[in-house]
C-alpha cells in the first residue's frame, strides 16, 4: 500500500522559513514526477511546484517563484519544498503528490491533478501577519 507522509508544517511568522517533506513508502518509483499542491479555505487546489524524476526538471507556480525550491532524494524516496520569504496568502494545506507511471515523467513535470495518482493527507501551513 503506498503511503504518503507529509511533515514540516506549522505556524511561522511573515518573512520567516519551513521546509516541508514529503516521504513515501509502499513500492519503487522510476517513472514518476512528484508535486506539491496547496489549497486554501475556500479556493480550489492549485499546483505549488513539481520535479521530474531525475530531478533536472522543475516547475514552481509564479506565485511562489524565487521564494519556493523543490527538490528530491530517490534513494530516500523523499520530496522536499523549502519555503522562504512566506507570506500569510501562503497559508493552506500543503499536499504531496505522485503521478501516474508513465516513461514522460523521467524527464517532465506535472502540473495538472488529473496527472496525479497518489496523494497525502496534508500539512497545514500558516503564515501570521
Known amino acids: 500500500q503506498v503511503q504518503l507522509v507529509e511533515s514540516g508544517g506549522g505556524l511561522v511568522q511573515a518573512g520567516g522559513s519551513l521546509r516541508l517533506s514529503c516521504a513515501a513508502s509502499g513500492r519503487t518509483f522510476s517513472t514518476n514526477a512528484m508535486g506539491w499542491f496547496r489549497q486554501a479555505p475556500e479556493k480550489e487546489r492549485e499546483c505549488v511546484a513539481s520535479?521530474?524524476?531525475?530531478?533536472?526538471?522543475?516547475y514552481v507556480a509564479d506565485s511562489v517563484k524565487g521564494r519556493f525550491a523543490i527538490s528530491r532524494d530517490n534513494a530516500l524516496s523523499t520530496l522536499y519544498l523549502q519555503m522562504n520569504s512566506l507570506k500569510p496568502e501562503d497559508t493552506a494545506v500543503y499536499f504531496c503528490?505522485?503521478?501516474?507511471?508513465?516513461?514522460?515523467?523521467?524527464?517532465?513535470?506535472?502540473?495538472?491533478?488529473?496527472?496525479?495518482?497518489?496523494w497525502g493527507q496534508g500539512t497545514q501551513v500558516t503564515v501570521s501577519s
Open positions: 503528490a505522485v503521478t501516474y507511471d508513465s516513461e514522460t515523467y523521467v524527464y517532465s513535470y506535472a502540473t495538472k491533478e488529473s496527472e496525479y495518482r497518489y
Open positions: 520535479i521530474s524524476w531525475i530531478g533536472t526538471n522543475t
